[in-house]
């Protein structure tokens, strides 16, 4: 074992445990079972984003142990490689959306500037222009709140979960009877 490999060790009665039971596919391209994908997955979470990982399943019996293993290997490469995927198509819809945000919110800003500007021009030292406007300032920024909160904050997440799916997807897998 490498010095900065993590070891996520599972006690089945059989591989297909593993699996969905709901899906009728051989090893590769089935589902996960929902549990054991958020035990791996929350498993992981936890430890350094540094280091491989390797998954030691020990079960009760298997039949043929190699081809087991390198069925179960490739099915969970296939099953993160396409979480892996499916989070960088939710990555690229946050950023399109943020565009888009991005774009009605200068758009909102700027009208409520200009339409400022204008009161201002128009009804020099009126309190109730200087209320409206102050008003339509904080309108605008608040218009802006949804880019700035996607562009600042909510794709640091996603990135750090596909970088992690990765890992999950690239660990090697061994099997061991008990």
Same mark, same amino acid.
């Given at each position: 074992?490498?010095a900065? #490999?993590?070891v996520?060790?599972?006690?089945?009665r059989?591989?297909? !445990?593993?699996?969905?039971?709901?899906?009728p596919?051989?090893?590769v391209? &089935?589902d996960?079972?929902?549990?054991?994908e958020?035990?791996?997955?929350?498993?992981?979470a #936890?430890?350094p984003?540094?280091?491989?990982?390797? *998954?030691e =399943?020990l079960v009760?019996? =298997?039949?043929a142990?190699?081809?087991a293993?390198?069925? @179960?290997?490739?099915? +969970?490469?296939?099953?993160f490689?396409?979480? /892996?995927?499916a989070?960088?198509?939710?990555? &690229? &819809?946050?950023?399109? !959306?943020?565009?888009?945000s991005?774009?009605v919110? +200068?758009?909102?800003?700027?009208?409520?500037?200009?339409?400022?500007?204008? *009161? !201002?021009?128009? /009804?020099?030292h009126? &309190?109730a /222009?200087?209320?409206?406007? #102050?008003g339509?300032l904080?309108?605008c920024?608040v218009?802006?709140w949804?880019?700035? !909160?996607?562009f *600042?904050? #909510?794709w640091?997440?996603l990135?750090?979960?596909?970088? *992690?799916?990765?890992? @999950?997807?690239a660990?090697? =897998? /061994?099997?061991?009877?008990?």
């Amino acid at each position: 074992m490498a010095a900065d #490999e993590r070891v996520i060790r599972l006690k089945l009665r059989s591989v297909e !445990q593993l699996f969905n039971s709901l899906d009728p596919s051989p090893f590769v391209g &089935r589902d996960l079972d929902p549990a054991a994908e958020s035990f791996i997955v929350d498993w992981a979470a #936890e430890h350094p984003r540094t280091g491989a990982f390797k *998954l030691e =399943v020990l079960v009760e019996q =298997v039949a043929a142990p190699e081809l087991a293993q390198e069925r @179960l290997s490739a099915a +969970l490469q296939s099953y993160f490689g396409a979480s /892996v995927a499916a989070t960088e198509q939710q990555f &690229r &819809r946050l950023m399109r !959306q943020g565009r888009f945000s991005l774009l009605v919110g +200068l758009a909102f800003l700027i009208t409520c500037f200009g339409v400022s500007d204008l *009161l !201002q021009q128009q /009804v020099p030292h009126s &309190r109730a /222009v200087d209320f409206i406007s #102050e008003g339509l300032l904080i309108v605008c920024w608040v218009a802006m709140w949804q880019p700035l !909160q996607i562009f *600042l904050y #909510e794709w640091w997440p996603l990135r750090r979960h596909r970088q *992690l799916l990765q890992r @999950l997807a690239a660990m090697s =897998v /061994v099997i061991k009877t008990q």
